[in-house]
């Protein structure tokens, strides 16, 4: 039997189609992205992060000699978050990602596999959607309303 499942998303040409807090958000990802520590890769990574209370954080990916000790930017900025504010609930989080010499057809950047796993828990554990927006540095974004658009068939606490 042939199934299928369907997932929304909104694309904005650039960002003047942004509101206000989403284009604060889109400031401080890139601001953020400039201190990313990313010698080895060159591929900077800007994160930032809406809570309900209006408060916005950030952070970068986070590299190592070890490859595989780095830290992607989404982790790097959520694993902080969660740290400080474990009560707090996540609204927005936004992403912006692009070679150090980034070209005009950098395509907008989305997160990778174990960065969608980690977002899924937030959403789980705060029980509420976050929406998830990702973009090139040439301006254009991608929208998600929740971060299971990004991971169907997400695996958690339900089939432990
Ligand atoms: N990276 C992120 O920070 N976020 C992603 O979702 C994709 C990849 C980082 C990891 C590594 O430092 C560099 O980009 C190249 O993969």
Redo the contacts with the bound molecule.
């Keep these: 039997m042939k199934k299928e499942t369907q997932i929304s998303y909104e694309y904005f040409k650039n960002s003047v189609e942004l509101n206000d807090i989403e284009k604060e958000l889109f400031k401080r990802a890139k601001e953020a992205r400039e201190n990313?520590y990313?010698p080895?890769?060159n591929?900077?990574?800007g994160?930032s992060v809406l809570l309900e209370n209006g408060e916005i954080y950030s952070g970068?990916?986070?590299?190592n000699a070890a490859f595989p000790s780095?830290?992607?930017?989404?982790?790097?900025t959520l694993f902080w978050v969660a740290a400080n504010f474990p009560d707090v609930k996540i609204k927005k989080i936004f992403?912006v990602?692009g070679h150090r010499e980034f070209s005009e057809k950098n395509p907008p950047?989305?997160?990778?596999g174990?960065?969608r796993q980690s977002l899924i828990e937030f959403e789980t554990k705060q029980n509420e959607n976050i929406d998830l927006y990702f973009s090139s540095m040439n301006d254009e974004v991608m929208k998600v309303h929740s971060i299971k658009d990004l991971l169907p068939f997400y695996f958690d606490a339900t089939f432990l």
């Design positions: 990313a990313a080895y890769s591929f900077l990574v994160c970068n990916n986070q590299e780095g830290l992607c930017a989404e982790r790097t992403v990602g950047i989305p997160p990778c174990a960065c």
